[in-house]
């Protein structure tokens, strides 16, 4: 896979970068021509991640592009912090299990919304999620 | 610093109609604004307005759940009204279906709502038949 376009950065530091972080996914999601459900799908799993990078993380980055697979273009996006990581990932990754601030849907309710989605996160050490939503 | 939603009243309804992106304090904000208004208005019901509204995440979502829960127990219905068909459909997918949310698919459908409930949302009898 290769990034078409400038991969842009984007500090996730405030409520105000949440916000601003759908914006960025949205003006992505339509230069990408996706589907108005999957614009909305994908900029709800950008909301839900980018408060997790904010809340759970301690802020962190944002970056998003157009990415090609060679058949079909999709929006790429990744958010990298520096938090205290996840320590148990199945159990975060389950539905309903909250650290004590939400509703546990953040991750695995994210999951369910686009068509790729990868996490690493190292206890200590942080923790990146890079979610993809292919075009139809 | 973030921006209040404007929380009208007609007759015995509170409407909040929600026309920006509102980042998690406003939403926050918006909550408590609506318990302060339900109680210092009196009203019986609020209806909120989600017409303009682009996405609902797991944060909007569980406001509109808990200001249902709120005026309930002080004794006003919500109706939640004009949610687009994107948002229904990523909603549920989310895990989120809002099960004790009452919604209605437009706001003259949401008024009527509630005035068959017995409220007055506008001048005039809640029971027709008493005029």
Redesign the interface.
């Known amino acids: 896979m290769r990034a078409d376009e400038q991969l842009s950065g984007a500090p996730i530091a405030s ?2 970068d ?2 601003r972080a ?2 960025r996914v ?1 003006a992505l999601a339509q230069e990408c021509r996706l589907s ?2 999957d ?3 994908l ?2 799993a950008a ?2 991640l980018a ?1 997790n990078t904010l809340v759970h993380g301690g802020g962190g980055m944002m970056s998003s592009a157009l990415v090609d697979n060679g058949t079909r273009r999709g929006v790429r996006v990744m958010f990298e912090d520096s938090g205290p990581g996840i320590p148990d990932m199945e159990l975060a990754l389950t ?1 309903g299990w909250t650290s004590g601030t ?2 546990g ?2 991750l ?3 999951r ?2 686009v068509d790729e989605f990868a996490i690493e996160s190292e206890p200590g050490r942080g923790t990146t999620v890079v979610i993809i939503k292919w075009a139809r | 610093m973030s921006e209040r939603v404007p929380v009208l009243k007609i007759g015995d309804v509170l409407l909040v109609s929600i026309q920006t992106d509102l980042d998690d304090q406003a939403v926050l904000n918006l909550q408590d604004d609506l318990a302060a208004r339900v109680v210092e208005s009196e009203a019986r019901g609020v209806v909120i307005d989600i017409t303009a509204v682009e996405i609902v995440d797991s944060f909007v979502g569980r406001m509109l759940a808990t200001i249902a829960s709120i005026s309930r127990l002080l004794d006003a219905e919500t109706v939640v009204v004009g949610m687009r068909p994107a948002v229904a459909i990523t909603l549920v997918e989310l895990g989120l279906s809002l099960g004790g949310v009452r919604t209605a698919l437009t706001l003259e459908k949401g008024l009527l709502a509630l005035q068959r409930s017995g409220l007055r949302p506008a001048d005039g009898p809640a029971d027709p038949t008493a005029s």
């Open positions: 409520n105000d949440v916000v759908r914006q949205r108005l459900v614009q909305t799908k900029i709800t909301s839900e408060r539905d939400g509703l849907l953040g695995s309710g994210s369910r919304l």
